[in-house]
């Protein structure tokens, strides 16, 4: 029986009554979404933002307040215990339909090496059918596979034991309150190799979570056989002393890639949430990080043959006496030629329409963006500051009018520029970037074609 699936945009207000601006939801349906995003709630820090968030509206039809619960800035997939399949695609679509949106949507997690070409491959595009939970699941347990055949890892690992034979150090004073009456013992510390480290452990917690919330046979299947081969490793029991513990070298190489998912999977960070405990799931991505991700890539990519890019910088902050409130740009260029700095900060914003809201509408939306790049600007001392817009319905109106500040600080010229990214065409949008920057190296900033 195929599962029913209802397609939502980030932002997009959902309630259980057919009202103008609203997304519908049978009642059944809609109090499972409720008692998801309360469960949610509990489950998450105080200092984390939940995904969807509970506001309540006056019900005419009902005479009595309902709730309506709000998307926030987060796509991917909600499976309720309904058994209805929330898909939530970004605020901004392209190319006009649901099925171009998500192609781009999928194409950019690929490009942040989050997706492999062969999870890609069980995603069905056009369909209405994004199983992206169960591919996630998939492709961590084709890395614990390969992990396995490659063979687990084994360490020293430090033990404490009252034992009848005489190995590593001996602990006088446990020795003695122990043993006054026990000659035949010794309470000593000792190194054991064996392969309870803490990446196995990880992993083998990793899989009981994963074969728990799968629905899929063959993931259920073999996260099941996979867990033979950790018999005799220990569940991981305090997950952030084990992450602490893990040190890749050139003898443990082989886990880098896949600790970034088991880390992914049970600390729940906000690019990633896998949440169980009731019977819904979700894998959710926040937007904003998405599209600042595969920015980054595809700027490293196009540019690293001439320019030095280094994404999320920590080099600098507000404040050096005391060093406190440290900046993090998301893109810092550097040239040797002239000692040249530019910094590329990515918005998942769609700017308003100047023509109808007027230039106070874009004043409120973006006068934060300025702000920071005008302080980025100043520790940095860099002379130019790129704002990477995703090109929306209205970003025409803004491209050789409105795309361009100037000012004077500090004694040299500051230039910050708004460019819009096009997602349809990223190959276009960097060769688009270049020329703006080349432009800048020639001493004028034209007007990009």
């Known amino acids: 029986m195929k599962k029913r699936v209802k397609t939502v945009k980030e932002y997009d207000e959902i309630c259980s009554e057919k009202a103008e601006g609203y997304v519908f939801l049978p009642e059944k349906d809609m109090d499972c979404l409720v008692e998801y995003v309360q469960t949610l709630g509990k489950t998450l820090k105080k200092d984390e933002k939940a995904p969807a968030t509970i506001q309540y509206k006056y019900s005419y039809e009902k005479k009595c307040s309902i709730p309506v619960v709000k998307i926030q800035k987060y796509v991917g997939e909600l499976e309720l215990k309904s058994g209805l399949r929330l898909q939530i695609l970004p605020k901004i679509y392209f190319g006009g339909s649901e099925d171009r949106t998500k192609q781009i949507y999928l194409e950019m997690l690929k490009s942040t090496y989050r997706l492999t070409e062969k999870a890609m491959n069980q995603i069905s595009l056009g369909m209405g059918d994004m199983e992206l939970f169960e591919a996630y699941i998939r492709m961590y347990l084709d890395e614990a596979q390969m992990l396995v055949k490659r063979g687990l890892r084994s360490a020293y690992e430090e033990k404490t034991d009252n034992l009848r034979c005489f190995r590593g150090k001996l602990q006088v004073s446990g020795h003695i309150r122990r043993n006054i009456a026990h000659k035949e013992r010794f309470y000593v510390t000792y190194e054991e190799f064996t392969k309870n480290r803490p990446e196995n452990r990880l992993i083998k917690t990793t899989l009981k979570k994963l074969q728990k919330v799968t629905t899929d046979g063959k993931n259920k299947q073999d996260a099941r056989e996979l867990l033979l081969f950790f018999d005799g490793i220990q569940e991981s029991v305090d997950y952030r002393q084990d992450f602490a513990q893990i040190r890749i070298d050139r003898n443990s190489r082989e886990y880098e890639k896949i600790m970034k998912w088991t880390e992914v999977i049970l600390q729940g960070n906000s690019f990633l949430n896998f949440s169980d405990g009731i019977k819904s799931r979700s894998i959710l991505f926040a937007m904003d990080e998405v599209f600042e991700n595969y920015v980054a890539c595809q700027i490293k990519k196009y540019f690293r043959e001439n320019w030095e890019v280094s994404s999320q910088d920590k080099n600098y902050y507000l404040f050096e006496k005391p060093r406190d409130f440290q900046l993090r740009p998301d893109i810092v260029m550097k040239k040797g030629e002239g000692n040249r700095t530019v910094i590329l900060d990515t918005k998942w914003k769609s700017l308003p329409d100047m023509k109808n809201e007027g230039w106070s509408a874009f004043n409120k939306k973006a006068r934060n963006d300025i702000y920071q790049m005008v302080t980025y600007a100043s520790r940095y001392e860099a002379e130019e500051i790129w704002l990477l817009y995703p ?45 703006g920057l080349e432009d800048k190296m020639a001493g004028e900033v034209k007007k990009y074609e």
């Not at 090109?391 to 460019?419: C, M, N, P, W």
């Open 391 to 435: 090109k929306a319905k209205y970003s025409y109106q803004y491209e050789g009018i409105r795309d361009r500040f100037e000012t004077k600080i500090y004694g040299h010229t500051l230039v910050i520029h708004l460019f819009f990214i096009d997602l349809e065409n990223m190959e276009e949008s960097m060769k688009r970037l270049s020329q």
